[in-house]
């Protein structure tokens, strides 16, 4: 929700609180408590979508951090691996294609983290015999590619969740929709009976609705 968004729900929230503090009062006009529920309902919707909004991206940036940092440290450790194998063996072209820094993987943006992974998983396992001696065995090349695909999934998550949040925004630009429309064409009509007969709880719904 937006600044302006939140003002509106704030006044929604007012406006109730006061009728429910004064229902023997909205309970002499049927139509206008039927309508303090009706808005209560709009309220309670836009806070159900607003918590869902609010935490889609937040759950999924996070999870992808962890994947993240968990993919590189990974691929980081077989890629020395594999470079100190190409030095000892003296090939320089393996040397040169292994030659990731731990810092390179880091600086890398979401969607080439995966393919440079991708590249050490694959220039490990086409080795693999030889760097036993290196601490590098199948099953380590296994979580790689395990990381590695999870973070695939892991990318996309929050792209998605963009998408499902515009949703959510339309759904809750609909809710407010219908709360101004309890409010202006039930609610303060109704209230004006109101001005007369109690003239103060009139003139505190009037300052709560602004």
């Known amino acids: 929700m937006d600044s302006k968004q939140e003002a509106r729900l704030s006044m929604y929230d007012a406006v109730i609180s006061y009728c429910d503090a004064n229902n023997p009062i909205v309970s002499t006009i049927p139509a ?17 979508a607003a918590q869902a909004e609010m935490q889609l991206i937040e759950g ?54 995966g393919p440079a992974c991708q590249n050490v998983h694959d220039l490990a396992n086409a080795n693999l015999v030889a760097l036993a001696d290196y ?18 999934s892991a990318v996309a998550a929050p792209r998605n969740a963009i998408s499902v949040r515009s949703s959510k925004g339309v759904l809750i630009k609909d809710f407010f929709k219908n709360g101004d429309d309890i409010l202006k064409t039930r609610m303060d009509k109704l209230a004006l009976q109101f001005k007369e007969s109690n003239s103060e709880f009139y003139n505190a719904y009037k300052s709560n609705r602004v």
Not at 32 to 48: C, G, K, S, W
Not at 64 to 72: V, W, Y
Not at 84 to 111: C, I, M, W
Not at 142 to 151: E, G, P
């Open 32 to 48: 206008f408590e039927n309508a303090v529920d009706d808005l209560r309902d709009v309220f309670e919707d836009i806070q159900e």
């Open 60 to 113: 999924y940036a996070g999870d992808k951090a962890e994947q993240r940092l968990e993919l590189g440290n990974l691929a980081a450790s077989i890629a020395a691996s594999v470079f100190a194998y190409a030095s000892a063996t003296g090939n320089t072209v393996l040397k040169e294609q292994a030659n990731y820094p731990p810092s390179h993987f880091t600086r890398l943006k979401d969607e080439l983290l």
């Open 135 to 152: 601490g590098i065995t199948a099953p380590n090349l296994t979580d790689l590619q395990t990381a590695i695909d999870n973070y695939g």
